[in-house]
Nanobody, 121 residues
Framework: QVQLVESGGGLVQPGGSLRLSCAAS????????MNWHRQAPGKERELVAG???????KYADSVKGRFTISRDNAKNTLYLEMNSLKPDDTAAYYC???????????????WGQGTQVTVSS
């Protein structure tokens, strides 16, 4: 099995910054894409940012220029640097990873348990 554990959430004032981390562990042969998602109360979960194993990135329009996604392949860890935070960024943030555990099976998408980000004065 594979576990994803997020950390770094919390309460921050508008305009502030936070850095989220997502550490993957367990039976991991390789990880292709890794993503950050978020879900605010009463809203559907949305993709915030994604990154491939080669480092190609994509962002939701609402966070472009403010958030930066990165990963450390040696540590199987995903990051999300969030700057100029707004109240609309308040949500539970989840990471996901497309993992291959061995040479005989295909890839499987795993999810973390989420970390809360609250932007409020």
């Amino acid at each position: 099995q594979v576990q994803l554990v997020e950390s770094g959430g919390g309460l921050v004032q508008p305009g502030g910054s936070l850095r989220l981390s997502c550490a993957a562990s367990g039976r991991i042969l390789s990880i292709s894409s890794m993503n950050w998602h978020r879900q605010a109360p009463g809203k559907e979960r949305e993709l915030v940012a994604g990154i491939t194993s080669g480092g190609s990135t994509k962002y939701a329009d609402s966070v472009k220029g403010r958030f930066t996604i990165s990963r450390d392949n040696a540590k199987n860890t995903l990051y999300l640097e969030m700057n100029s935070l707004k109240p609309d960024d308040t949500a539970a943030y989840y990471c996901s990873a497309l993992v291959r555990s061995d040479y005989y099976s295909g890839t499987r998408n795993y999810w973390g348990q989420g970390t809360q980000v609250t932007v409020s004065s």
